[in-house]
Every structure is written in C-alpha cells, then in structure tokens.
C-alpha cells in the first residue's frame, strides 16, 4: 500500500489547509487511517484518526476544535482539514494506515506511511 499526502503549503496565521491521503489501493477502505506530525527538534506526534466507516475519530487536544478528520472511501482518499492555522502548526504532516478497521492515536497501530506533506503558517 502506498500512501499520498497532499495539500500542504505555505499560509498565514488564521488560514485554512486541506490535507488529502491519497491511498493505492482499496485494502485501506477496512483501515483505520490517522494523521500525524513533526516539528523541527521534537518526536512524531499523534493529530487525528479514523476508523473505517468514519463514524469514530479521535484527535489530539491540540488538534480539537480546528482540525477535521474525514474519509471518502470511494476515492480511498482521506482528508484532514486545518483551520485558524497557528505558526505551532508548522511541521511535516504524515498520513497512516492502520492494521485495523479501528481508530487509534498509539503509532504502533500504524503499518502503512506516506512521505509527508509540509505546512508552514507564518505569524
């Protein structure tokens, strides 16, 4: 399986991003699927996930309330939407699918890994 994140960028504070996950093939449709970030100088971190049917997401505390997680099965595709961007957002985002159908913000529940996408939120 191989995983395509898209829609990082350059934005100001209090910007919107969609990011879309992009998977090759429909296995993922049975997949919890997660987003994940890095700084610089700090460790992965858990952001958002999902389970397969898109009825149970979790997300970070400082994801909630301005991040959004979403599938669209039929597109294997999922999106994270990021709004009222702040410059502690910057970092490479990761999208991850999980060995189960469940949603889960522990790393080791992850098998599959795309490149990242890099957002960057100037103040």
């Known amino acids: 399986v191989q995983l395509q994140a898209s829609g990082g960028g350059l934005v100001q504070a209090g910007g919107s991003l969609r990011l879309s996950c992009a998977a090759s093939r429909r296995t993922t449709s049975n997949n919890g699927m997660g987003w994940f970030r890095r700084a610089p100088g700090n460790e992965r971190e858990f952001v958002a996930s999902i389970d397969w049917k898109g009825g149970n997401s979790r997300y970070s505390d400082s994801a909630k309330g301005r991040f959004t997680i979403s599938r669209d099965n039929s597109k294997n595709t999922v999106y994270l939407q990021i709004d009222s961007l702040k410059p502690e957002d910057t970092a490479v985002y990761y999208c991850?699918?999980?060995?189960?159908?469940?949603?889960?913000?522990?790393?080791?529940?992850?098998?599959?890994w795309g490149q990242g996408t890099q957002v960057t939120v100037s103040s």
């Open positions: 991850a699918a999980a060995r189960s159908s469940s949603s889960s913000a522990n790393v080791n529940a992850y098998q599959y």
